[in-house]
C-alpha cells in the first residue's frame, strides 16, 4: 500500500465517480479504477459499491475515508515541514555569545534572519570561550560568535572572520593613564589590571600574553563577567585592556585610551563544529552576520 493508493481512493470517495475522480487526478479511468481494486484486495474488505448511478461508500469505506483523511494530511504537513526547514524557515537555532560581542552583530542580525525566517526558534547563550568551544563539540550549540580560538583550541571546530579591532585601556576618569592620548605598551607594565577569568575565558587570557610578550601582563584581579570587570575598572584601582568592540558596547561608563606598540588585533568570528551538518537556517544567519560585519 502506497500513498498513491490512499489518494486515489480519496479522490474517488469524495467525488463518488471514477471518471470526475480521474480528471481531479489526470490519470486514466482504467488505471484509476485497477488501483482501486488493488487497494481493495490488499485490505480484504470492499470499500466502494459500484452501481448503476455511480459510486457508493461501504461502511468500512466511510470508516477509512475518514482514517485516509488524517494520514494524508500528515503526509502533507510533513511535507511542508520539511522544505520549509529545507528553506531555512523552520527548526531551532541555539547560539553562544561572549559578550559584549552580541551587541555590535547580533541584534542587526537576528533583526534581519527573524523578519525572513519569524518560525524558527532562536535561542541565545551567554557563555564563556570555552564553554562555547565545548557546546560546539558536544552539538548543544549549532553555532557560536565568539573571539578567534587559537591553533591548539581549534581541535574540532571551523572559525571565520568577520572582523579584527584594535585594543584600549579602559579606566576611569582620574586614572593618571587618562592624561595621555594614547597608552604605550611600556606604561602598562606595572599597572595592576583586571582581566576577564581564566575558568571561563581562558583564550582571553592567551590573548593578553601574546599583546604583553616577553614580559607578563600584571594581573590583579580575574572577573567571571564582563559587568564585574566594569565595576573593578570603576573602583580605580585597576585598569583593563579591552577591545574596540568592548569600547563601543559600554562607552560611556569608563575612559578609554588606544593601546600602542602591539600588532595584536581582537578577532571576533563565526563558529561551528567541523562535523556539524548545516542547516539551511544556521546558514542564512551566518550570512546576514558577514553581510553586518563593519
Do not use: W
Request: glycine share 6%.
Amino acid at each position: 500500500m502506497e500513498l498513491r493508493h490512499l489518494r486515489y481512493f480519496k479522490a474517488v470517495a469524495e467525488v463518488l465517480s471514477f471518471t470526475k475522480a480521474a480528471t481531479r487526478l489526470h490519470v486514466a479511468q482504467p488505471a484509476l479504477s485497477r488501483q482501486i481494486a488493488d487497494l481493495e484486495y490488499e485490505l480484504g474488505v470492499d470499500l466502494l459499491k459500484r452501481t448503476s448511478y455511480g459510486v457508493a461508500l461501504t461502511g468500512e469505506g466511510q470508516l477509512f475515508l475518514q482514517e485516509v483523511t488524517e494520514v494524508l494530511n500528515r503526509a502533507d504537513e510533513a511535507v511542508k515541514k520539511v522544505r520549509a526547514y529545507a528553506r531555512g524557515e523552520s527548526g531551532e537555532l541555539h547560539i553562544g555569545y561572549l559578550p559584549p560581542l552580541e551587541l555590535r552583530i547580533l541584534p542587526r542580525a537576528l533583526a534581519e534572519f527573524s523578519a525572513g525566517a519569524p518560525n524558527v526558534k532562536v535561542v541565545l547563550h551567554d557563555l564563556g570561550t570555552d564553554e562555547i568551544r565545548n557546546g560546539l563539540r558536544e552539538g548543544t550549540l549549532h553555532l557560536a560568535l565568539m573571539l578567534e580560538p587559537s591553533e591548539h583550541a581549534r581541535g574540532g571546530i571551523e572559525f571565520e572572520a568577520i572582523g579584527c579591532f584594535p585594543f584600549f585601556v579602559a579606566m576611569t576618569s582620574s586614572h593618571s593613564l587618562a592624561r595621555m592620548k594614547k597608552v604605550p605598551l611600556e606604561a602598562l607594565a606595572d599597572q595592576p589590571l583586571v582581566v576577564m577569568g581564566r575558568k571561563r575565558n581562558s583564550e582571553y587570557q592567551r590573548i593578553l600574553q601574546r599583546i604583553f610578550f616577553p614580559k607578563r601582563p600584571n594581573v590583579a584581579v580575574e572577573s567571571d563577567s564582563v559587568n564585574s570587570l566594569i565595576t573593578e575598572v570603576e573602583i580605580g584601582k585597576t585598569v583593563a585592556v579591552v577591545s574596540q568592540v568592548f569600547k563601543e558596547a559600554v562607552p560611556n561608563r569608563l575612559v578609554y585610551r588606544p593601546l600602542v606598540g602591539t600588532e595584536v588585533r581582537f578577532c571576533i568570528g563565526i563558529a561551528r563544529a567541523k562535523d556539524d551538518v548545516t542547516s539551511a537556517a544556521s546558514e542564512k544567519l551566518c550570512a546576514i552576520m558577514r553581510k553586518n560585519r563593519r
